[in-house]
Structure formats: structure tokens, C-alpha cells
């Protein structure tokens, strides 16, 4: 890739009102690319990810649990929701994405297609 962060050659951002972008690390390498966002409090079952034509978008949302016993008189918490979006580098394999979750951080590992990995080329004597 021409610049390490050209897996974002431009993030957008939409009217979300309180929706949180949650904070993220992107590493290369000659693979591919790993993306690591902080997702803390949002489960498996509250989390989307996808890919539509060159836009990587990843929401989550984190569910508070609520006894039906109890009756709330005064709550200073409020569920949080995330949303991302990134406009991918079109040497990425968008279909050979991996997502994977551990305590709140999720990673995303991008590989690069075949043609865009560095390769060695031989010299052969004549």
C-alpha cells in the first residue's frame, strides 16, 4: 500500500446523535491488516459487522440488565452504542475477513489480496 493508513483513505461520519466511535488500532503489515476497536460492554449478540461494496461498518451496542423485581428510582447509566465506518483499500480480500471478541476488544484481521503481497522475484542466469 502507498501509505500505512490507506486502509481508511477516508472515514465517514453520519448524523448519529449519541452514538460513540469507539477507539481503534490498525496495524499492517505485509499479510494484510489487523484492527483492533475497544468495545467495552458489547457482547457478541450486540455487535454487527459488515462489509457493504468498499465500506467496513462495525456497530455494537451494550444492553443493560434490569431485574423485573426491581423498581429504578434514581439510574446515572445509559446503554452505549458504537458505530464505525471505514472506506477499505481495494487491495484488501473483503471475504476472507476474521472477527474474533475477547473482554470488549474486537479484532478484525484483513488479508491482502494475493497480487497486492510483496513477493520476491528470482534472477535467473541465461
Do not use: C, W
Amino acid at each position: 500500500m502507498e501509505n500505512k493508513n490507506e486502509l481508511m483513505q477516508r472515514e465517514t461520519s453520519g448524523n448519529e446523535g449519541e452514538v460513540s466511535r469507539p477507539f481503534v488500532d490498525v496495524i499492517e503489515d505485509e499479510n494484510g491488516i489487523t484492527l483492533i476497536a475497544d468495545l467495552p460492554g458489547v457482547t457478541k449478540e450486540n455487535l454487527a459487522i459488515r462489509v457493504d461494496a468498499d465500506m467496513l461498518i462495525i456497530e455494537g451496542a451494550v444492553k443493560l440488565g434490569e431485574a423485573d423485581y426491581l423498581q429504578p428510582v434514581y439510574v446515572e447509566e445509559q446503554a452505549a452504542q458504537y458505530k464505525r465506518t471505514f472506506t477499505l483499500s481495494p487491495e484488501l480480500d473483503t471475504s476472507q475477513i476474521v472477527a474474533s471478541m475477547h473482554d470488549g476488544v474486537l479484532t478484525l484481521t484483513m488479508p491482502k489480496l494475493e497480487q497486492a503481497k510483496p513477493r520476491r522475484i528470482e534472477v535467473n542466469v541465461a
